[in-house]
Protein backbone atom coordinates (compact mmCIF):
# COMPACT_ATOMS: atom_id res chain seq x y z
CA UNK A 1 0.00 0.00 0.00
CA UNK A 2 1.73 2.98 -0.92
CA UNK A 3 1.53 5.74 1.89
CA UNK A 4 0.85 9.41 1.83
CA UNK A 5 3.04 11.35 -0.68
CA UNK A 6 4.23 14.95 -0.05
CA UNK A 7 5.99 17.53 -2.79
CA UNK A 8 8.23 19.31 -2.31
CA UNK A 9 10.51 17.78 0.26
CA UNK A 10 12.80 20.92 0.60
CA UNK A 11 11.95 24.78 -0.25
CA UNK A 12 13.85 27.55 0.40
CA UNK A 13 12.40 30.87 -0.07
CA UNK A 14 12.55 34.68 0.68
CA UNK A 15 9.95 36.44 3.09
CA UNK A 16 7.13 37.72 1.45
CA UNK A 17 6.95 35.14 -1.60
CA UNK A 18 4.74 32.77 -2.20
CA UNK A 19 5.29 28.98 -1.95
CA UNK A 20 2.61 25.96 -2.23
CA UNK A 21 2.40 22.28 -0.99
CA UNK A 22 1.08 18.91 -2.42
CA UNK A 23 -0.19 16.16 -0.13
CA UNK A 24 -1.54 13.07 -2.21
CA UNK A 25 -3.38 10.85 0.37
CA UNK A 26 -3.65 7.02 1.09
CA UNK A 27 -6.30 5.82 -1.62
CA UNK A 28 -9.63 5.19 0.07
CA UNK A 29 -8.80 7.80 3.02
CA UNK A 30 -11.48 10.47 2.99
CA UNK A 31 -9.94 12.74 5.78
CA UNK A 32 -6.86 14.78 5.33
CA UNK A 33 -4.47 16.79 7.71
CA UNK A 34 -2.04 19.69 7.50
CA UNK A 35 0.05 19.98 10.30
CA UNK A 36 3.22 22.69 10.81
CA UNK A 37 6.05 21.51 13.06
CA UNK A 38 8.07 24.10 13.96
CA UNK A 39 11.29 22.88 14.92
CA UNK A 40 11.27 21.62 18.71
CA UNK A 41 8.34 21.60 19.11
CA UNK A 42 5.19 19.12 18.34
CA UNK A 43 3.13 18.92 15.15
CA UNK A 44 0.21 21.62 15.42
CA UNK A 45 -2.82 20.96 13.43
CA UNK A 46 -3.56 23.90 10.39
CA UNK A 47 -6.73 22.23 8.34
CA UNK A 48 -8.22 18.92 8.45
CA UNK A 49 -10.62 17.74 5.59
CA UNK A 50 -13.52 15.62 4.95
CA UNK A 51 -13.73 14.41 1.25
CA UNK A 52 -13.79 17.98 -0.12
CA UNK A 53 -15.21 20.17 2.86
CA UNK A 54 -13.43 21.78 6.06
CA UNK A 55 -14.09 20.32 9.13
CA UNK A 56 -11.50 22.29 11.49
CA UNK A 57 -9.52 25.26 9.94
CA UNK A 58 -9.43 27.49 13.63
CA UNK A 59 -5.69 26.89 13.71
CA UNK A 60 -5.28 28.28 10.16
CA UNK A 61 -3.86 31.58 9.71
CA UNK A 62 -5.91 32.45 7.11
CA UNK A 63 -4.73 36.01 6.38
CA UNK A 64 -1.53 33.98 5.08
CA UNK A 65 -2.23 30.59 4.49
CA UNK A 66 -4.96 28.84 2.37
CA UNK A 67 -5.65 25.38 1.30
CA UNK A 68 -7.67 23.55 -0.86
CA UNK A 69 -9.11 19.71 -1.48
CA UNK A 70 -11.08 20.05 -5.11
CA UNK A 71 -11.87 16.64 -5.75
CA UNK A 72 -11.82 15.15 -2.36
CA UNK A 73 -8.49 13.64 -2.87
CA UNK A 74 -5.07 15.71 -3.78
CA UNK A 75 -4.98 18.58 -1.35
CA UNK A 76 -2.22 22.12 -1.56
CA UNK A 77 -1.35 24.67 0.90
CA UNK A 78 -0.46 27.82 0.04
CA UNK A 79 1.28 30.48 2.14
CA UNK A 80 1.25 34.19 0.77
CA UNK A 81 3.53 36.30 1.72
CA UNK A 82 5.81 34.03 3.87
CA UNK A 83 7.21 35.42 7.01
CA UNK A 84 10.47 34.49 8.54
CA UNK A 85 8.30 32.63 11.52
CA UNK A 86 7.08 30.17 8.80
CA UNK A 87 10.30 28.65 8.48
CA UNK A 88 9.05 24.81 10.16
CA UNK A 89 8.41 21.42 8.75
CA UNK A 90 4.71 20.83 6.83
CA UNK A 91 3.12 17.54 7.54
CA UNK A 92 0.24 16.21 5.33
CA UNK A 93 -1.28 13.06 7.46
CA UNK A 94 -4.65 10.95 6.14
CA UNK A 95 -6.84 8.47 7.69
CA UNK A 96 -9.73 6.89 7.22
CA UNK A 97 -13.61 8.90 7.99
CA UNK A 98 -13.99 9.69 11.27
CA UNK A 99 -17.23 8.57 12.47
CA UNK A 100 -17.27 9.49 16.45
CA UNK A 101 -14.00 7.53 16.98
CA UNK A 102 -10.17 8.10 15.99
CA UNK A 103 -8.94 6.48 13.23
CA UNK A 104 -5.37 6.31 13.14
CA UNK A 105 -3.13 8.63 11.29
CA UNK A 106 -0.67 8.08 8.51
CA UNK A 107 1.79 11.03 8.21
CA UNK A 108 4.00 11.78 4.80
CA UNK A 109 7.52 12.56 5.02
CA UNK A 110 6.82 16.44 5.29
CA UNK A 111 8.18 19.50 3.39
CA UNK A 112 10.41 21.45 5.23
CA UNK A 113 10.14 24.94 4.49
CA UNK A 114 13.14 27.56 5.21
CA UNK A 115 11.91 31.20 4.73
CA UNK A 116 15.35 33.82 4.86
CA UNK B 1 -8.36 24.41 25.30
CA UNK B 2 -6.53 20.85 24.92
CA UNK B 3 -3.20 20.67 26.03
CA UNK B 4 -0.23 18.15 26.44
CA UNK B 5 2.85 18.71 28.29
CA UNK B 6 5.42 16.02 27.80
CA UNK B 7 8.58 15.29 30.17
CA UNK B 8 11.92 15.20 30.38
CA UNK B 9 12.28 17.47 27.12
CA UNK B 10 15.61 15.09 25.74
CA UNK B 11 17.12 12.10 27.64
CA UNK B 12 20.55 10.74 26.80
CA UNK B 13 20.68 7.29 27.76
CA UNK B 14 23.06 3.78 27.10
CA UNK B 15 22.48 1.07 25.42
CA UNK B 16 20.46 -1.29 27.60
CA UNK B 17 18.88 1.15 30.05
CA UNK B 18 15.32 1.38 30.65
CA UNK B 19 13.66 4.63 30.37
CA UNK B 20 10.16 6.12 30.79
CA UNK B 21 8.97 8.74 29.29
CA UNK B 22 5.68 11.24 30.50
CA UNK B 23 3.04 12.79 29.09
CA UNK B 24 0.29 14.93 30.82
CA UNK B 25 -2.31 16.39 29.69
CA UNK B 26 -5.80 18.14 29.98
CA UNK B 27 -8.36 17.94 28.09
CA UNK B 28 -12.34 18.31 27.83
CA UNK B 29 -13.64 15.46 25.84
CA UNK B 30 -10.89 12.77 26.06
CA UNK B 31 -11.44 10.03 22.99
CA UNK B 32 -7.99 8.70 22.79
CA UNK B 33 -4.32 9.30 23.96
CA UNK B 34 -1.44 8.21 21.14
CA UNK B 35 2.37 8.07 21.34
CA UNK B 36 4.26 8.09 17.88
CA UNK B 37 8.43 7.48 17.53
CA UNK B 38 9.61 10.81 14.78
CA UNK B 39 13.05 9.82 13.37
CA UNK B 40 14.06 12.06 10.46
CA UNK B 41 10.85 11.85 8.81
CA UNK B 42 7.12 11.57 9.57
CA UNK B 43 5.95 10.29 12.69
CA UNK B 44 4.90 6.44 13.02
CA UNK B 45 2.36 5.27 15.30
CA UNK B 46 3.29 3.40 18.03
CA UNK B 47 -0.07 3.03 20.47
CA UNK B 48 -3.29 4.69 21.10
CA UNK B 49 -4.74 3.85 24.81
CA UNK B 50 -8.67 4.76 25.61
CA UNK B 51 -8.53 2.84 28.96
CA UNK B 52 -6.90 3.61 31.89
CA UNK B 53 -4.56 0.46 33.62
CA UNK B 54 -4.59 -1.49 30.42
CA UNK B 55 -1.10 -1.89 29.33
CA UNK B 56 -0.10 -2.12 25.46
CA UNK B 57 3.36 -3.60 24.68
CA UNK B 58 4.85 -4.47 21.70
CA UNK B 59 8.23 -5.79 21.60
CA UNK B 60 10.37 -3.63 24.53
CA UNK B 61 7.79 -0.75 24.20
CA UNK B 62 4.71 -0.20 26.42
CA UNK B 63 2.78 2.49 27.70
CA UNK B 64 -0.60 2.83 30.28
CA UNK B 65 -3.10 5.78 30.97
CA UNK B 66 -4.10 6.76 33.99
CA UNK B 67 -7.22 8.86 33.40
CA UNK B 68 -8.07 9.65 36.61
CA UNK B 69 -4.76 11.23 37.37
CA UNK B 70 -4.45 12.24 33.72
CA UNK B 71 -0.98 11.04 32.67
CA UNK B 72 0.47 8.19 30.36
CA UNK B 73 4.11 6.71 30.39
CA UNK B 74 5.85 5.28 27.67
CA UNK B 75 8.41 2.91 28.73
CA UNK B 76 11.56 1.43 26.81
CA UNK B 77 13.69 -1.68 28.26
CA UNK B 78 17.21 -2.83 26.97
CA UNK B 79 17.30 0.40 24.91
CA UNK B 80 18.98 0.16 21.73
CA UNK B 81 20.84 3.33 19.47
CA UNK B 82 17.89 2.86 17.03
CA UNK B 83 15.57 3.94 19.46
CA UNK B 84 16.78 7.11 19.26
CA UNK B 85 14.05 9.24 18.20
CA UNK B 86 11.68 12.21 19.36
CA UNK B 87 8.47 10.49 21.07
CA UNK B 88 5.62 12.42 20.47
CA UNK B 89 2.33 11.93 22.87
CA UNK B 90 -0.89 13.05 21.05
CA UNK B 91 -4.49 13.57 22.44
CA UNK B 92 -7.78 12.74 20.37
CA UNK B 93 -10.26 15.16 22.08
CA UNK B 94 -12.88 18.06 21.89
CA UNK B 95 -15.64 18.06 19.74
CA UNK B 96 -13.50 17.74 16.58
CA UNK B 97 -13.47 13.99 15.28
CA UNK B 98 -9.43 12.75 14.43
CA UNK B 99 -7.95 15.92 15.53
CA UNK B 100 -4.70 15.63 17.55
CA UNK B 101 -2.85 17.98 19.76
CA UNK B 102 0.51 17.00 20.14
CA UNK B 103 3.09 17.50 23.09
CA UNK B 104 6.82 19.04 22.73
CA UNK B 105 8.27 15.45 22.51
CA UNK B 106 10.46 13.95 24.41
CA UNK B 107 14.40 13.99 21.91
CA UNK B 108 16.28 10.34 23.17
CA UNK B 109 19.18 9.54 22.57
CA UNK B 110 21.25 6.28 22.94
CA UNK B 111 24.40 6.07 23.14
CA UNK B 112 26.37 2.84 22.26
Known amino acids: EAGVAQSPRYKIIEKRQSVAFWCNPISGHATLYWYQQILGQGPKLLIQ????????DSQLPKDRFSAERLKGVDSTLKIQPAKLEDSAVYLC??????????????FGPGTRLTVL | EDKVVQSPLSLVVHEGDTVTLNCSYE??????LLWYKQEKKAPTFLFML????IEKKSGRLSSILDKKELFSILNITATQTGDSAIYLCALAGGTSYGKLTFGQGTILTVHP
Open chain 2, 50 to 53: TSSG
Open chain 1, 93 to 106: ASSLLTSGRYNEQF
Open chain 1, 49 to 56: FQNNGVVD
Open chain 2, 27 to 32: VTNFRS
